[in-house]
């Protein structure tokens, strides 16, 4: 039954520009959905594909990564790194089988909580639709589970 | 006189080369098999599976498994060889990482046998038999092995103690696994028996690699002329020497080739391909998504490029077997 399920979003802000969008976003009570589980790195450019991977490994359904908007990086230009390897990943994960859908990077600066609102908004409800992502278990698992 | 210590030589999903690499240490093979007795090897001697069942548990005291497993046979052979062996080495990257034979992973039996029996246009099938693993013929069962839809690496299957890294390990680093082996000096379980820095740390090109790498395309191998003392890097040849474990004597890049990665990752990374990913993707030097991607346009398989050695044993292990076809 779709309706009743909730996917599981992990989301790593950028200390300077999304997480205190998120954090606007809260005092100033805008209501969004519940599903996003926020990481706070220090910038959008600390976080490494291997991150992205093991999410998707450990049970995340889609991974959000929220940085500054272009020239506004903190570190001048941490930003920029994380869309080039944003761009690779993406195409690395949809070679793998994971929906576009389930792997976004959006710039949101400090003072718009309206847009951290949407962005979640929108992404729960797409990752919703797609449903929960199958994956191996982690640590190898029993025969049945790779046998033809 | 004391007994001497047995080893034992195995393949799984492998091509055969990590064998070649034992014959490759040349007269100093005969060394080793002066001072150790090879009890199994059936890509070299005639042993049968009956002679590793006679065998008492425990009494190899090292077994060298190369390739993947990716069929029934080979994952009753390795479980029999655990048995046997008071240490298994994972020997190439396809019993340590998955191997090329990994990516596999990126279909299914199905659809690999539906390629390989019926699609392929060199294969005359017309009435389209596939493999079976059962056959009755003069009321006998007969059985062959069944080929699994996901490949698995050595440690996926059996406990490891040792691995071995390369596509093949060179002679240098089997023979210094073996005297540690013989010499007592082998490190804590688990360990990968090679240097663990990245390879540009060893590279002869080192001196020559830019200090701000920033690339507008990767070139592929092909296209230039590749300069023979320059870093490959440098000249937008995507190597990945940042992120690969060194001890293979960067012999591809003597050969004024690239580093695809078949030593695996240092002891720090989790995920090959994902930090490969990462390094590789932080020297283009476009700042906007037009230019990122004209970038890494050379680049047309990910997976290829970057888990060419180490699908199977990635976060991911395999392409969703619901996106397969």
Same mark, same amino acid.
Request: charged fraction near 25%; aromatic fraction near 8%; include cysteine.
């Given at each position: ?45 600390? $976080?490494?594909?291997?991150? !992205?991977?093991?999410?998707? &490994?450990? %049970?995340?359904?889609?991974? #959000?990564?929220?940085?500054?908007? =272009? ?47 949407? $962005?979640?908004?929108?992404? !729960?409800?797409?990752?919703? &639709?797609? %449903?929960?992502?199958?994956? #191996?278990?982690?640590?190898?698992? =029993? ?6 | ?325």
């Amino acid at each position: 039954m779709p309706e009743l399920f909730e996917p599981r979003i992990v989301a790593f802000f950028c200390n300077w520009c999304t997480y205190l969008a998120a954090d606007l976003a809260g005092t100033s009570r805008i209501k969004y959905a519940p599903n996003a589980r926020v990481i706070r790195v220090m910038c959008s450019g600390r $976080v490494d594909a291997q991150f !992205v991977l093991e999410a998707f &490994a450990r %049970g995340a359904d889609g991974v #959000l990564i929220g940085g500054c908007h =272009p020239g506004d990086c903190h570190y001048q230009e941490g930003n920029y790194s994380t869309l080039r390897r944003f761009e690779l990943l993406r195409h690395l994960l949809k070679d793998i089988g994971i929906e576009e859908e389930r792997f976004r990077l959006e710039w949101i600066s400090a003072s718009e909580g309206d847009k951290v609102r949407a $962005v979640i908004n929108d992404m !729960v409800e797409k990752v919703r &639709a797609l %449903g929960p992502l199958s994956r #191996l278990p982690i640590a190898g698992g =029993p025969l049945e589970e790779v046998a033809a | 006189m004391a007994q001497k210590p047995k080893l034992a030589f195995y393949w799984c999903a492998a091509c055969g080369g990590c064998d070649e690499a034992v014959l490759d240490l040349e007269e100093k093979l005969l060394d080793v098999a002066s001072s150790a007795d090879i009890v199994f090897w059936p890509a070299a001697l005639d042993f049968k599976r009956h002679d590793l069942e006679a065998m008492t548990d425990g009494s190899i005291l090292a077994t060298f498994v190369s390739g993947a497993i990716r069929t029934t046979e080979q994952e009753e052979m390795v479980r029999l060889l655990r048995s046997k062996s008071q240490l298994v080495f994972a020997f190439g990257s396809c019993s340590h990482l998955g191997g090329v034979p990994g990516l596999a992973n990126l279909w299914t039996r199905d659809t690999i046998f539906q390629t390989v029996y019926t699609e392929n246009p060199s294969t005359p099938n017309v009435d389209g038999t596939l493999p079976q693993t059962n056959i009755g013929e003069d009321r006998r069962e007969l059985g062959l092995p069944t080929f699994f839809d996901t490949v698995r690496t050595l440690d996926q299957v059996v406990a490891v103690d040792y691995y071995l890294p390369g596509c093949p390990p060179t002679p240098k680093i089997l023979l210094a696994a073996v005297n540690q082996l013989f010499n007592g000096q082998l490190p804590e379980k688990g360990a990968v028996l090679a240097p663990d820095h990245a390879l540009c740390e060893d590279c002869p090109r080192r001196d020559s690699h830019p200090d701000h790498l920033a690339l507008d395309e990767f070139k592929r191998p092909q296209e230039i002329l590749i300069d023979e003392g320059t870093c490959l890097l440098g000249q937008g040849i995507l190597c990945l020497g940042p992120a690969t474990r060194a001890g293979c004597e960067a012999q591809c890049i003597k050969g004024n080739m690239p580093c695809t990665g078949c030593f695996g990752p240092t002891s720090r990374v989790r995920d090959f391909g994902g930090k490969a990913l990462s390094a590789i993707a932080s020297v283009a030097a476009a700042k906007e998504e037009a230019g990122i991607l004209r970038a890494f346009e050379n680049i047309p398989d990910p997976i290829g490029t970057f888990y060419r050695y180490s699908l199977p044993s990635s976060l991911l292990k395999r392409r969703r077997l619901e996106a397969v076809r």
